[in-house]
């Protein structure tokens, strides 16, 4: 069974730096397409950001392009999200998820809150 | 890229069916046949119902369906159960390879 933890979340100033981490396990072999989704509290789920299995190909929402950095570590099992410029509106619990290729996302981890705020 | 249409509500009674719809574009929904749907429970993160229009993941149950024409997708959920009641989220993958959702539906089992 695929289990995705992702941690990192917590409180950054705006204009601030965090990076998010997804550990994952239970996968048979690497390489999987993996993305990253955002929910502000009380509101609707944002795709924010994807990596190819070999991690050459990424894409990002227009909200966190320029900011944002999707990245992964295979030999770890790891991806991750280096989020620069931090935005009040980047506040949200921030899931990650294996990407089917064609953005259908499962499983999901149990989600990570950032807040951003002075 | 803007959100996809959902209705913000609806509701049904237990043994009734719902439709849930998923307006987009040319350039989203009607581009390709990857619309995928989510439940979402309070407190717990997504979960996968729908992918490819109208596959089911294995362990979804058939009372969960989907179907799509042009720009539109839907979720019909047949024979209500109280555990439905949940938020429900469409997905689509975009014509720029990445992925949009709408903005949910809240379905209520009365």
């Known amino acids: 069974e695929v289990q995705l933890l992702e941690s990192g979340g917590g409180l950054a100033q705006p204009g601030g730096s965090l990076r998010l981490s997804c550990a994952a396990s239970?996968?048979?072999?690497?390489?999987?397409?993996m993305t990253w989704v955002r929910q502000t509290p009380g509101k609707g789920l944002e795709w924010v950001s994807v990596i190819s299995g070999n991690g050459d190909t990424t894409y990002y929402a227009d909200s966190v392009k320029g900011r944002f950095t999707i990245s992964r570590d295979s030999s770890k099992d790891t991806l991750y999200l280096q989020m620069n410029s931090l935005r009040a509106e980047d506040t949200a619990v921030y899931y990650c998820?294996?990407?089917?290729?064609?953005?259908?996302?499962?499983?999901w981890g149990q989600g990570t809150l950032v807040t951003v705020s002075s | 890229q803007s959100a996809l249409t959902q209705p913000r509500s609806v509701s049904g009674s237990p043994g009734q069916s719902v439709t849930i719809s998923c307006t987009g574009t040319s350039s989203d929904v009607g581009a390709y046949n990857y619309v995928s749907w989510y439940q979402q429970h309070p407190g717990k993160a997504p979960k996968l119902l729908i992918y490819?229009?109208?596959k089911r993941p294995s362990g979804v149950p058939d009372r969960f369906s989907g179907s799509k024409s042009g720009n539109t997708a839907s979720l019909t959920i047949s024979g209500l159960q109280a555990e439905d009641e949940a938020d429900y989220y469409c997905?689509?993958?975009?014509?720029?390879?990445?992925?949009?959702f709408g903005g949910g539906t809240q379905l209520t089992v009365l």
């Open positions: 998820a294996k990407d089917g290729g064609t953005r259908r996302f499962d499983p």
């Open positions: 997905c689509s993958y975009t014509v720029s390879h990445t992925a949009v």
């Open positions: 490819d229009v109208n």
């Open positions: 239970g996968l048979v072999s690497g390489g999987y397409v």
